[in-house]
């Protein structure tokens, strides 16, 4: 470990461990093969670099990264590269003449890190390669995506058991962020892991503040949350990424919010290749940009300061939702986990889910992993609590999430559960066919329409009930009715509803029904107040530091663009932020600053003393 540790400080800059990474470096680098779960920003990567680089520099051989993700596999390729690693990467992006460059390399063992493709990796030509160089590890980043239950099911990852057939001396590590038992089982069987530790980290990630609001004027409501918590006094934002779940609200969404003052690109699979690339390299690269995407955008995205996710679709799973809500924050400093969500998400993903040609036992563990999704939606208790309970960890309210900081309040809603479920009771048994919720509250609230007329509903016994309340609290009603499990979507769509199995019980009044009081409507602007701070590296500066802080950034412009990286890729803001605060005035001061390893100090250590004294 003390050679783990000098390639921490001197190499990546850093003086400590974080949980577990020292024990499962000390495991992979002694040729044991493991299982990790750690969070997104949690420091993974450090879990196999660092095996990789003791295992190569003793004599075993290189060490492979296999990952999906391109972006990815740039992004740390070129931080390796920036840190001194003999690092490369082996994927579609490369000519015929750099892909055997590369190889080359790899037969030399002049390479100590390589990452490649899961694709690439399977081919016979590939694998033979390997047999003709020495392996000192393989390390299988997003494992998730081995799992059919899983957010991310890749076919490729299926095939990855064939590295410990043919390669059964070389340890692997598989690593991801987010897994439930069941995906974890799955990774453990396909990958033939059954020998390996499984270290799981807490999922935790308390620098992210969880919110989430009934959908009204959604982008209108995203526009304020971005205004109120993301824009500084100068008017500049933060980079943030916004989920839609079509291509066509993608586009949409990010041609309004250019419209309304926000830099803001659009992502999604069918785009021009050239367009998708160039607004991915953007963001990489720029600062302040918002990203408008599907969610094939983010994965392997190493942007460390992304300081909100918002979501106005509604994910598929809980795992889906922490993946990408995780993506906000990976510098430690604090972020926002923003969504708007109402009745008809639940709708368009119950329809999603029945219209799939998936098997029936897929299509169950999908409903059931949307439930738990619809469940913390819904929850009056801690988001972040309810987070953590779905991968079975424990914890006590976080006070920084929305229901912690301004809980909601909650009433008895068993009467207008029982109008509701009695409605839907009614009118399926006078029509013989089932209706959706928009209808239903029609009927409940006395709305003699034709379409009420045309069917009869205006002669049911629960017509008119429920007149006073709004469409706004009847739709309320009905969503968390969804949620607990009490009514149900109905398998032929349309969002018919049926009623759940334990409804009879609330029908009879043997069970109560306790609800959450939605907030008040916000008004025709769409803004509410705001109720986070905006994370800002300069709060506690003085004039000195500030000039400080100001100078090193356009000096990090400058030498990421002379080196054709991401700013962030040369160093973190809490890098710069620290530099600009002790402001060093020698080579030797800079060595304790976490993120300045050698190559980096020898590097840019004489630019940055260069840069504060001409503050």
Known sequence: MSQALAILKDVFGYHAFRGRQAEIIDHVATGGDCLVLMPTGGGKSLCYQIPALLRQRAG???????????????????????????????????????????????????????????????????????????VGLFAIDEAHCVSQWGHDFRPEYIQLSVLHERFPYVPRIALTATADALTRDEIVERLALHDARIFISSFDRPNIRYRIVEKDNARQQLLAFIKAEHTAADGTHDSGIVYCLSRKKVEDTAQWLSGHGINALAYHAGMDAQVRQHHQARFRVEEGLVMVATIAFGMGIDKPDVRFVAHLDLPKSMEGYYQETGRAGRDGLPANAWMAYGL??????????????????????????????????????CRRQRILAYFNEASEPCGNCDTCLEPPATWDGTREAQMALSCVYRTAQASRIHFGATHLIDVLRGNASEKIKQWGHDKVSTFGIGKDRSVHEWHTVFRQLIAQGLLMIDHGGHGALLLGERAREVLKGERQIILRRQAARPGKS???????????????????????????????????????????????????????????DSLSAMQGIPGIGASKLERYGQGILDTLRGT
């Open 60 to 134: 075993d051989g290189v060490g492979i990264v296999v990952s999906p993700l391109i972006a990815l596999m740039q992004d740390q390729v070129a931080a390796l590269t920036e840190a001194g690693v003999r690092a490369a990467v082996l994927n579609s992006t490369l000519t015929g003449a750099e892909a055997s460059a590369v190889e080359r390399d790899l037969l030399a063992g002049r390479i100590e890190i390589l990452y490649v493709a899961p694709e690439r990796l399977m081919t016979p030509r590939f694998l033979d390669l390997l047999e003709r160089t020495r």
């Open 344 to 381: 008809g998400d639940v709708v368009q993903q119950k329809r999603m889910i029945d219209e799939s040609e998936a098997d029936e036992a897929f299509k169950r563990v999908s409903s059931a992993k949307l439930d738990a999704l619809l469940g913390l939606c819904e929850t009056a208790g």
């Open 526 to 584: 769409g803004e509410r107040a705001a109720r986070g701070t905006r994370t800002d590296h300069t709060a506690d500066m003085d004039a000195a530091t500030l000039a400080n802080w100001e100078a090193l950034r356009r000096w990090r412009t400058e030498a990421a663009r002379e080196h054709g990286v991401p700013a962030y890729v040369i160093f973190h803001d809490a890098t710069l932020a620290e530099l600009a605060r002790t402001a060093p």
